[in-house]
């Protein structure tokens, strides 16, 4: 449409040209042929003068007067008695060389004006007949334009469709441009979102160092850390003293053993815990804990917490105030129970004091403090005897 549009501007610009063309063209072709029709009525009455002269000169019709007075002297020198004859003969060849270089002047200068009154005449004619020329073309380009003229309101009216074509692609373009307005606007939105999340990935990365940070802290304060470092360093002092109070209860016939070994796998990390595996020794070999009867269990857990109590005491620096020891007697044999019995006497210096729970009295006659304890119907007394 705007292509369409321009044409018919580039056309009416033509036309305009053309028609100021044809004006000038007009102009001068009038102005040229005033001056050849001047110059063409000026040739005849020099032509006509410069016949008029030859005429006279060829009748001797010139100079009367001077002929007049000529006779008038010839009548005198007649009178006076000379010769006529030869003074006519003078007289008149001075006289006629005198009008024939008159004539010889003046025939002379038209003769010297012919040649320009005919090449300023040859001139005209040619430009009369350039300007026939150019009036053709003129005439030529005048029913071009006429011809486009007749072509301008088809040309209108195509302008008019694409003035209206214009006019709904200039809306379309201010929709565009809202809508280029408002994707600009989302843009802006998008780059300060990126903004924000290269902010947050910068803080992940920031959490994410700082998590691995706390993961090796929970590792090294978890059980698998620093307590399995400490577990680890004590295993052997636990081990030997568990064993020490272990052969007095059993006369020598067990030994056990602690060992760490990797166990499942740490939740949420790719360390694997320790586990804390015992092993029991007797004449019939080594076996698991679970193997033994229950009396042979109790001296096992009764010697492995008598070692770890010392092995606090002796991290505390202090020693542990009360150890309560509750039942288990009833599981062993009456060899059982004296030992046992031996070897809550050979630690009782490493605690202030130590309570054992029981229902044998001949144990209860073993120390020399005792709390009785009475159920009646109204309830349950003690008495420290």
């Known amino acids: 449409g705007s292509d369409k549009g321009q044409s018919i501007s580039n056309l009416e610009i033509r036309v305009n040209q053309g028609l100021l063309e044809l004006q000038r063209d007009s102009d001068n072709f009038e102005r040229n042929l005033k001056d050849a029709r001047t110059a063409k009525s000026n040739l005849g009455p020099a032509r006509e003068e410069l016949n008029a ?13 001077t002929r007049v007075r000529a006779a008038e002297l010839e009548a005198v020198i007649a009178e006076l008695g000379y010769d006529a ?13 005198g009008e024939y270089a008159e004539m010889h002047r003046s025939l002379t200068d038209a003769s010297e004006r012919l040649p320009s009154e005919q090449a300023l005449l040859s001139g005209a004619s040619i430009e009369l007949s350039e300007l026939s020329d150019e009036l053709s073309s003129a005439q ?25 074509t214009l006019s709904g692609l200039e809306s379309t373009l201010d929709d565009h441009r809202v809508r280029i307005g408002v994707l600009e606007t989302q843009l802006q939105r998008c780059v300060e979102v990126e903004g924000i999340v290269k902010g947050l990935e910068k803080h992940r990365t920031s959490m994410v160092n700082e998590r691995g940070l706390y993961s090796e802290l929970v590792l090294a304060f978890g ?5 399995a470092l400490i577990i680890e360093d004590a295993i052997p002092q636990l081990e030997a003293d568990a ?18 070994k990797e166990g499942r796998r740490v939740r ?38 008598i070692a770890l109590s010392r092995l606090l005491a002796r991290r505390s620096g202090a020693p542990l105030r009360i150890l309560f020891i509750d039942e288990g007697f009833g599981s062993q044999d009456a060899t ?39 159920k009646t119907e109204l309830g349950s007394t003690f008495e420290i005897v």
């Open 53 to 65: 002269l030859q005429n006279r000169v060829d009748s001797e019709d010139y100079a009367q007067k």
């Open 336 to 374: 059982g129970q004296e030992r046992l019995t031996e070897a809550i006497q050979s630690i009782q210096d490493d605690f202030e004091k130590i309570i054992v729970i029981t229902h044998i009295d001949h144990v209860k006659e073993a120390f020399p403090v005792r709390i009785e304890v009475t």
């Open 268 to 305: 949420g990390t790719d360390a694997l815990s320790e586990e804390l595996d015992l092993s029991i020794s007797d004449e019939l070999g080594t076996r698991g804990y679970e193997t033994f009867s229950g009396g042979e269990t109790f001296r096992i857990n009764f010697a492995l917490r």
């Open 223 to 227: 059980k698998n850390g620093i307590q």
């Open 243 to 260: 064993n020490e109070l272990l052969a007095k209860l059993t006369d020598n016939r067990m030994t056990l053993r602690l060992e760490l």
């Open 85 to 97: 004859e030869e003074h006519a003969s003078v007289d008149a060849l001075a006289s006629r060389l």
């Open 140 to 164: 030529s380009k005048q029913s071009d334009i006429e011809t486009a003229l007749l072509a301008l309101p088809s040309s209108k009216s195509a302008l008019k469709s694409a003035h209206s």
